[in-house]
Structure formats: C-alpha cells, structure tokens
C-alpha cells in the first residue's frame, strides 16, 4: 500500500487570500500583522488535519471484488470494499483503475465514511470485446476533517478478467428451457405435427389422449385402455458454423456481427443439450480454426465456451469448399448444421451457392444472415435533395436484395433466416425448435 501527502484546494485558497493582505499591507501597514496572523493560524490548521489523517498507519481498507469471467454485452457488477479505522467520519473519493477497453479516463466516485465503518461500492461495466482485461490499482483520497489536506492510499490490485460470450444470456435461456418457459424470451410455441416416433414409455389412457396410439396389447394385458408415450427424438447432432471472415466484422451497438453470431450459438447449443440433442461447433474462415465435435457430455458447454472464448477475425475472404470438404469427412451422420455468416450482395450469395447445395446435399443446412438496420433509417427518412434521393435508391435496392437471397435459398431447398442482430438469438431458437418438432433434422 502506497500512501502520499497533499494539500487541497482550499489551502491554496487561504495561502492566496493571505498573499492579497501582504499585498495591501504596502499601503496599510497594520494589514501586516493581520496576514501574518491568517498565516499562523493556516499553518496550525495544516498541523492539526496533517496529524489527524496520518494518525493510524493504516487508516483505510480497500480492496476490490470481481468474478473471474465478464460476460460480453452484459452488465458485470463490480464491488470495492472499504474499511474507515479512522475514530471519525471521514470522505474519501475513489479512483478504480479499469482496463484500457473501457477507455474511461475520468472513473471517479465520492462518498463518506462514517468512523470505524465499512462501506461496498458497487458499479457496472458492459464489455464490447471479448479477450482478457486487467484491473489496476485502487486508489482511495482520504479528505482531513478541515478539508486542508488529503492522504492518498494506493491498494495493488491488479487482476485479470475474461470476457466471454454471453453465458449470462446462455444460463436465462437455460433456466427457460429447462422449466418449459422459453415463451416469455419470445420463443414461439409450435404446434407439434403429428407425434415423433421415439417411444419412451406406455400409461393409462386419460381423455384428450389419441386413440391412434393405443397399445392393444398392453391393454390387454392389463384390462384398462394403455397408449404409447412418444417424446422427441434425441441424440440429433446440431452444429454452430461460424463464418470469421471480414463480413462479420459490420459493428452493431458497439459489438460486431461475429460476437452476436458466436453469443447465439453459445445458447442454442445450450438449448440443445437441455433438449438431450448433441452440440457441436464450427469456426472458419479462410481455413478451418476450431472444431467442436457434437456430443452431450457434462463438460461439453465448457468446450464450446473455451472455443469461442478468442475468436477474432482476421479479415480474409471464407472458403466455403475448404468448409464443405472437412463437413464431409468428419461429420458422418445427418445433422442440422447452423450457418452464421453475412452477405452484403446476391452476387457474393451466388459465388458460394455451390458450395452450400453441396453441404445441404448431405445435411440440414440453416443458414442465418444479418439484415442492415442501417438501411432502415436511411429509406425511412425523407428525401429533399438529389443527392438524397440517390442515398435512398441505394438503400432501397440493398434491402431488397437481402430479401431476393432468402427466395434465393429457398429456391435450392436450403432454410434461412434473415434476422436483425439484437434478434438474432431468439429467431434461431425458433427455427430450430420449429425444426425439430416438425422431424426435418
């Protein structure tokens, strides 16, 4: 703990005052001793705040609370502790050092301490990046009684913090699934097309049941109507492609379409591991950067986070042939295969379109591309100038063009969702439960 002396303000106000009165003295020789007076009496203000606030060695605690891991896009509560051993109340301001991606040069906070006391100070920070942040020290500016000198105390505090996606927004979604509440997220209930054919167990009939699903034998075995208890097919293998290329850089509200893509596959495979599905994440980009084999074991949501925990992009161009022939090698089964990526023209849809049949050929493929919101505030204003009206023909023809690549996909037997990046996470859950309950995977 460092510890150093200063005067405040109000000293130097005094000091000024004083140097006024020598001043006038030249002309009125009795304001003399009146400066000296004021001088005298500053000097043992000093002496006295000076010996009360360095009157304990360790006159205030601090130290600093905080999880391990932030969560991207999420508010993170932050907690600083103090402790006044002082025998009086005394105000402090505190000065917390954040990491450099907050860019917040000016974090300042004030409060007041009564004597022998503790005090939690608690704020939030929304991180827009994911990777490692260091917390410094704290630094705690403890005001003397009479305001005329502060002692500052600097506890070492340094720490590291990982941001990783949003296992914030994983865990609600998770609680909601878990608990059949998934509704009030705004996932759609979907009405189930017939029933799937797992079989799980045979109970009494109750009325309302379907008598297509009577099991005659059992009924008469037990002299009481028995039907069969179907439930969804399990064990379905769900895949999270991931495109890292320089098109999922696009920023939205301070995060990039990469960090929305990835904090929506950390839930869907959330979701379909409370659904006993198998997840499994992709990410490519020129090459192939990080596999996840599908599965459903207990520690597969933690694979899956350290996987997406550093993905950055690098700004090439994504093989979509290179990303068809590893599909093809090392997933053998049937799965439903959610591809996250962006494209900005029907031309950049058409140049990958081979590859994208070949992948749906084999598999269920999804894919999910991001609408420009931009693009809506720019059709929706009025055009007064020529220039304007050009702007606005622009936007117009891009918007419909993201609407021609959706007919586009349909047209070659491929789903997708064209979606706004703040809804991208409940439009996928949707298409996959829609999906799954209708038997596609």
């Known amino acids: 703990m460092i510890r150093s002396f200063y005067l405040n303000n109000i000293f130097y106000y005094i000091t000024g005052s004083a140097a006024v009165v020598f001043v006038l003295s030249y002309f009125f020789p009795a304001w003399f001793r009146i400066g000296g007076v004021i001088l005298l009496l500053l000097l043992m203000a000093v002496i006295i705040d000076a010996i009360l606030v360095y009157s304990k060695k360790n006159g205030i605690k601090g130290e600093r609370m905080v999880n391990e891991r932030f ?29 450099v991606q907050f860019q917040d040069r000016k974090w300042m906070r004030k ?22 942040y260091i917390f410094n020290d704290i ?14 105390y600097t506890f070492p505090a340094q720490q590291t913090v990982k941001v990783y996606p949003s296992y914030v927004q994983m865990r609600r979604y998770q609680l909601l699934a878990v608990s059949n509440r998934l509704q009030e997220a705004g996932v759609k209930r979907i009405r189930r097309v017939g029933h799937s054919m797992e079989f799980e167990h045979i109970k009494e009939y109750v009325r309302g049941d379907d008598y297509r699903i009577i099991n005659w034998k059992a009924t008469a075995r037990k002299d009481n109507l028995m039907v069969n208890n179907y439930t969804d097919e399990r ?29 929506a596959s950390l839930v869907l495979a959330n979701v379909a591991l409370v659904k006993q599905d198998k997840a499994g994440v992709i990410t490519f980009e020129k090459n192939i950067d990080s596999f996840v084999l599908a599965d459903k074991k207990t520690t597969q949501m933690n694979l899956v986070l350290e996987a997406l925990y550093r993905q950055k992009t690098e700004f090439l161009e994504p093989d979509f042939e290179k990303l068809f022939s590893v599909i093809r090698n090392r997933i053998t089964n049937r799965s439903l295969l959610v591809l996250f990526t962006n494209f ?23 894919v999910v591309f991001f609408e420009n919101t931009e693009l809506r505030s720019v059709i929706g204003k009025k055009a007064d100038t020529l220039e304007d009206i050009y702007i606005k023909t622009i936007a117009e023809k891009f918007a419909y063009e993201k609407r021609l690549m959706v007919k586009e996909l349909h047209k070659n037997g491929i789903p997708s969702i064209l979606t706004t990046p ?20």
């Open 71 to 99: 969560s991207i896009g999420d508010p993170n509560k932050v907690v600083l502790v103090f402790e006044n051993r002082y025998l009086f109340p005394v105000r402090i301001s505190i000065i917390d050092e954040l990491p």
């Open 111 to 132: 409060t007041k301490l009564e004597r022998t006391s503790g005090y939690q100070l608690e704020y939030f920070l929304q991180p827009t990046t994911r990777g490692e």
């Open 139 to 152: 630094n705690i500016y403890v005001h003397a009684p009479l305001q005329l000198v502060k002692r500052r």
């Open 235 to 263: 064990s379905q293998q769900i895949y999270c492609l991931i495109n890292k290329g320089r098109v999922m850089k696009m920023p939205f509200d301070g995060m990039t379409l990469l960090d929305y893509a990835i904090n």
């Open 344 to 366: 900005e023209s029907l031309e950049s849809l058409q140049r990958e379109m081979t590859a994208l049949k070949k992948i749906a050929h084999y598999h269920l493929l999804l």
């Open 422 to 441: 703040e809804n991208l996470t409940v439009n996928t859950i949707n298409k996959y439960l829609e999906l799954k309950t209708r038997m596609s995977i």
